[in-house]
């Protein structure tokens, strides 16, 4: 028989991001980026997964034909003082689950490492801000911490949207409603909700995540007529968030996109989360502000991915933070290995790394 709670109990005590229970193999923690067998267990079994399928699902009809319709769902589900979102999905019609722990408090914005310029831009009236990442990177986190330090500073009224809702907000200087996306739930696609939110008087709409061109098409409308639009996307770069944006759309349509995201388009912040010197994870942010430079290479018939690199590494002073700076400076401050920042570049970018990291050690007298 398995215990559940047990499991749980252990990731809170180890302070585990995700739990993998799988079919076959013993229940699974991640902490700090590793992946570890949960103390004291045994190996699964489908009568196992079975249980762990009625522990969640709770009887719920819907949730239960869902998942038996489409053979995975997404949920939260509370236990102790944490929230989870759950994953359940299916491997040789057993399910399978992905549990994401989720603390009630969030960490404050200074302790992220995100930097400032990030927060200072979320004062715009309208416009289109972004958060990309890989899997893992940390955007839900950053993405939260943005609308709780609105929250905390500014009269706003804010709609997210989100699939499932992870931290709770209360209202506080701003009104928050936060509206979970999915059938059966609150709106049915985030497209959908995004569209709907031009009804609702708001001021903000925070959108978990923007996947497809009807989701971009509403965030670009919403922009458009005056409200300021945050949301995700699994890109790598900026440079990249810019062209996945783009390449949404067919050819004959890039022109005008490109057009309305050179003056909607204010900031993408792009996020990586690696395990630094002793096992502590390290936020690496790279930071574009859109400018008339940047705007100028976006409405370029032929967008270069290099071109808008080169453009944030000489306007430093704008507010851009390139990888590379960001690399430099962890370096630095020891937060990093030398080897663990050439792993994050090109085998090109390594000569420009070696430059920064001198420059940066001569402007602060390290030699």
Same mark, same amino acid.
């Not at 045994?42 to 709770?58: A, G, H, N, P, Q």
């Not at 969030?106 to 990030?118: A, F």
């Given at each position: 028989?398995?215990?559940?709670?047990?499991?749980?109990?252990?990731?809170?005590?180890?302070?585990?991001?995700?739990?993998?229970?799988?079919?076959?193999?013993?229940?699974?923690?991640?902490?700090?980026?590793?992946?570890?067998?949960?103390?004291?267990?045994?190996?699964?079994?489908?009568?196992?997964?079975?249980?762990?399928?009625?522990?969640?699902?709770?009887?719920?009809?819907?949730?239960?034909?869902?998942?038996?319709?489409?053979?995975?769902?997404?949920?939260?589900?509370?236990?102790?003082?944490?929230?989870?979102?759950?994953?359940?999905?299916?491997? #040789?019609?057993?399910?399978?689950?992905?549990?994401?722990?989720?603390?009630?408090?969030?960490?404050?914005?200074?302790?992220?490492?995100?930097?400032?310029?990030?927060?200072?831009?979320?004062?715009?009236?309208?416009?289109?801000?972004?958060?990309?990442?890989?899997?893992?990177?940390?955007?839900?986190?950053?993405?939260?911490?943005?609308?709780?330090?609105?929250?905390?500073?500014?009269?706003?009224?804010?709609?997210?949207?989100?699939?499932?809702?992870?931290?709770?907000?209360?209202?506080?200087?701003?009104?928050?409603?936060?509206?979970?996306?999915?059938?059966?739930?609150?709106?049915?696609?985030?497209?959908?909700?995004?569209?709907?939110?031009?009804?609702?008087?708001?001021?903000?709409?925070?959108?978990?995540?923007?996947?497809?061109?009807?989701?971009?098409?509403?965030?670009?409308?919403?922009?458009?007529?005056?409200?300021?639009?945050?949301?995700?996307?699994?890109?790598?770069?900026?440079?990249?968030?810019?062209?996945?944006?783009?390449?949404?759309? #067919?050819?004959?349509?890039?022109?005008?996109?490109?057009?309305?995201?050179?003056?909607?388009?204010?900031?993408?912040?792009?996020?990586?989360?690696?395990?630094?010197?002793?096992?502590?994870?390290?936020?690496?942010?790279?930071?574009?502000?859109?400018?008339?430079?940047?705007?100028?290479?976006?409405?370029?018939?032929?967008?270069?991915?290099?071109?808008?690199?080169?453009?944030?590494?000489?306007?430093?002073?704008?507010?851009?933070?390139?990888?590379?700076?960001?690399?430099?400076?962890?370096?630095?401050? #020891?937060?990093?290995?030398?080897?663990?920042?050439?792993?994050?570049?090109?085998?090109?970018?390594?000569?420009?790394?070696?430059?920064?990291?001198?420059?940066?050690?001569?402007?602060?007298?390290?030699?």
């Amino acid at each position: 028989m398995v215990h559940i709670e047990k499991i749980l109990d252990e990731a809170i005590e180890k302070d585990a991001s995700d739990v993998h229970l799988i079919c076959g193999l013993k229940p699974m923690l991640r902490v700090l980026k590793q992946l570890v067998e949960v103390s004291d267990t045994e190996v699964l079994t489908e009568e196992d997964m079975s249980e762990i399928y009625d522990y969640f699902i709770r009887g719920n009809i819907h949730k239960d034909n869902m998942f038996n319709r489409t053979r995975r769902i997404d949920m939260s589900f509370d236990y102790e003082k944490i929230r989870l979102r759950v994953n359940i999905a299916s491997v #040789d019609y057993v399910p399978t689950f992905t549990l994401r722990l989720i603390k009630d408090e969030l960490p404050k914005y200074e302790d992220l490492g995100i930097p400032d310029v990030v927060r200072k831009m979320t004062n715009q009236p309208q416009g289109l801000i972004l958060v990309t990442g890989k899997i893992n990177s940390g955007k839900s986190t950053t993405l939260n911490a943005l609308v709780n330090e609105i929250n905390e500073t500014s009269n706003k009224k804010i709609i997210t949207l989100e699939n499932p809702v992870e931290y709770r907000h209360k209202s506080k200087k701003s009104v928050i409603l936060q509206k979970e996306v999915g059938p059966g739930k609150d709106c049915v696609s985030f497209s959908d909700g995004v569209k709907n939110s031009l009804r609702e008087d708001c001021d903000i709409v925070v959108i978990g995540e923007i996947r497809d061109r009807e989701t971009m098409d509403a965030a670009i409308e919403t922009a458009e007529t005056g409200h300021l639009v945050i949301g995700t996307l699994h890109t790598k770069s900026c440079a990249e968030t810019v062209d996945r944006i783009i390449n949404f759309y #067919d050819i004959k349509d890039q022109v005008s996109v490109k057009y309305l995201l050179s003056s909607l388009l204010k900031l993408v912040v792009s996020q990586r989360l690696i395990r630094g010197v002793n096992d502590k994870l390290v936020l690496i942010p790279e930071v574009m502000v859109v400018d008339k430079v940047i705007s100028g290479l976006i409405r370029k018939e032929k967008l270069g991915i290099s071109e808008l690199e080169d453009a944030m590494q000489s306007s430093l002073d704008k507010g851009n933070i390139s990888l590379i700076n960001s690399l430099a400076k962890l370096f630095v401050e #020891d937060r990093i290995t030398l080897d663990q920042a050439k792993e994050q570049i090109e085998d090109r970018n390594v000569d420009v790394l070696n430059r920064t990291i001198m420059q940066l050690k001569i402007k602060q007298g390290k030699h």
